[in-house]
């Protein structure tokens, strides 16, 4: 079990968390740009969820801060969705 909380700290380094992603930074982001980040901030949850799993983790908030970065992704998917269809409306 102690070889398994080495690797799983060794993990911990080498993807450290990034910082909040805020809502004006990912209005900037292209659509393609959005997808990316959202698959990759999915991968990175499920990696750390499988992390505090196995041992528990330092900061616990991570998976947190990972489940919020991801909804504000979502939102501004969902956002961009919603204008699109508004412009499609309103051209017809």
Same mark, same amino acid.
């Given at each position: 079990?102690?070889?398994?909380? &080495? @690797? %799983?700290?060794?993990?911990?380094?080498?993807? #450290?968390?990034? +910082?909040?992603?805020?809502? =004006?930074?990912? *209005? $900037?982001?292209?659509?393609?740009?959005?997808?990316?980040?959202?698959? $990759?901030? *999915? +991968? &990175?949850?499920?990696?750390? =969820?499988? /992390?505090?799993? %196995?041992? #528990?983790?330092? /900061?616990?908030?991570?998976?947190?801060?990972? +489940?919020?970065?991801?909804? *504000?992704?979502?939102?501004?998917? +969902?956002?961009?969705? /919603?204008?699109?269809? @508004?412009?499609?409306?309103?051209?017809?």
């Amino acid at each position: 079990m102690h070889h398994i909380a &080495q @690797i %799983v700290k060794a993990i911990e380094h080498i993807a #450290p968390t990034k +910082r909040k992603m805020e809502q =004006k930074v990912i *209005r $900037e982001l292209t659509t393609a740009e959005v997808l990316e980040r959202l698959d $990759e901030e *999915r +991968r &990175q949850l499920t990696k750390l =969820k499988l /992390n505090h799993a %196995v041992s #528990p983790l330092e /900061n616990p908030n991570k998976i947190k801060a990972y +489940r919020k970065t991801l909804a *504000r992704l979502l939102t501004e998917l +969902r956002r961009r969705q /919603n204008a699109e269809k @508004i412009t499609k409306t309103e051209k017809s």
